[in-house]
Nanobody, 122 residues
Framework: VQLQASGGGLVKPGGSLRLSCEASGFNFADYALGWYRQNIGKPREFVALISWSGGATRYADSAKGRFTISRDNSMDTAYLQMNDLKPEDTAVYYC????????????????WGQGTLVTVSS
């Protein structure tokens, strides 16, 4: 079982990045997919999630209007499009997979990826 997060990097404020989370070893289409982020010295925080079908999404207030989560079950991959990035978005971004229809806490996630670093700086 593996979740491979990728797409992080260094971007200037106002820029965009698209993160990917590729799954293998389990039936991706049966799982909700969530993105969390963690900065040094801070707890991991929720960013966005998408239900197994893609029919439902949820966003943290900090992500609303700037981030879009999506998934392609034929590719076993989920995405997080991040626009208008701000320095406070700097963090390691993790993707997780959950059998809960709409997971509301980190303990609902069975699998986690290794994280991808996003740095927003001029």
């Amino acid at each position: 079982v593996q979740l491979q997060a990728s797409g992080g990097g260094l971007v200037k404020p106002g820029g965009s990045l698209r993160l990917s989370c590729e799954a293998s070893g389990f039936n991706f289409a049966d799982y909700a997919l969530g993105w969390y982020r963690q900065n040094i010295g801070k707890p991991r925080e929720f960013v966005a999630l998408i239900s197994w079908s893609g029919g439902a999404t949820r966003y943290a207030d900090s992500a609303k209007g700037r981030f879009t989560i999506s998934r392609d079950n034929s590719m076993d991959t989920a995405y997080l499009q991040m626009n208008d990035l701000k320095p406070e978005d700097t963090a390691v971004y993790y993707c997780g997979a959950s059998e809960v229809v709409i997971p509301t806490r980190q303990s609902h996630y069975e699998f986690w990826g290794q994280g991808t670093l996003v740095t927003v700086s001029s």
